[in-house]
DNA sequence: TTGACAGACTAACGCCGTTAGTCTATAATT
DNA sequence: AATTATAGACTAACGGCGTTAGTCTGTCAA
């Protein structure tokens, strides 16, 4: 095997290193292929294509960022468990945006083995209101809205939305949070009135 | 004037045709060229580059969301305007996405002439909370709140995000609107409370 | 009648992803 | 140890992209 050592993973990890330093829009076969010191039709050897490509960048990101969201839920509950998401789902997409693009640009659609990730996603968001006493569709109504409100803050953001405005974006967000934190609670106690 | 007849314009509204009907990632110069029956080279002689039509294509996008979202309100207040406006809004980027893409890919950072149109974005919401006794502060936080779940929530479900669950979409999104709604007055109450 | 010019054209450049075909060095087999 | 198979690099090329330069032509104003 000449000119060895070089493994699919490491391709997916030398491509997601290029999104994070030069952007998402800056990742070409060519590109790619300098930094490993290769020719760009050589790629094929290890990927099908570039989108294949993109989508492990994908699956990494994901994982990634999974992991950020369980740590950062350690061993709270309930509330803290949930402003401890919302903080490092926040601090990822804002501290590493071109990585939090990849998964945004993701179409869950198309894939099966991409609906195996988008349970990635939504797992850590059920953990934190684990404490709560909700039926399981009441949660995943909740998990999709928290996660439109993480989602929808960020990408705002990222867009230069939120710049217009003289009041401080991470005030905005504490609201959006604390809001969401008062719909758990209201839910809750709707329960135990018509329980009652 | 050879081969007159064809403005600006014109061109900036073919793209926004062509996007809607074949998608955002069929428009190209030359795919353009064509439905206009000329050469793509002869673009150039109307706009700048492809990426400036892009952003008119987007003042387009944004006016007509604006459009929709204003006749929804009509003359409704509080929670009904609140609930027609993010109705509007759902139905906007459910019914027409790729247009809707359009306005979640323009970067507002690096024009000048895009801030007004990210007023534009931002009126109709501020129109809708005018009932509410709030000040100006809490409602630009909480502009940014509405418009983040709206857009999560578009976003999220137009990615195929949502396809998991056999829960309703439509309900989650009433949830969060809801929940919106219970922030709003929540904030309204506390208010009164300090001052009394 | 003539000159200016808007607005089309062709040709070409350098980028992109991708495929086909070739060559070579190593690993496995005899 | 000699041979064969193969992984994995290479060059060359294709069609598509946005874009520029330079050219030609028809209409409108002087």
Known sequence: MPGKGLSREDIVTAAAELIESDGLDRLSARELAARLHIKAASLYNHIRSMDELHTGVGYYAIAELKR???????????????????????????????????????????????QVAAGDVVEPIMSAMSGYDLTMEQKMHLQRVLRSIMHGFI??????????????????????????????????????????
């Open 155 to 196: 990408s705002q953001e990222e867009a230069g939305c939120f710049r217009h405005f003289p009041v401080h974006v991470s005030e905005s967000y504490r609201i959006a949070v604390e809001g969401f934190i008062l719909l758990l609670k209201n839910m809750e106690n709707e329960a135990r009135h018509e329980n009652k």
């Open 68 to 114: 950020a969201q369980l740590q950062a839920i350690g061993g709270k509950s309930r509330d803290d468990a949930v402003r401890a998401l919302a903080e490092s789902y926040y601090r990822f997409g804002r501290g590493r945006p071109e990585l939090y693009k990849v998964i945004l640009s993701l179409p869950m659609v198309k894939n099966d083995a991409l």
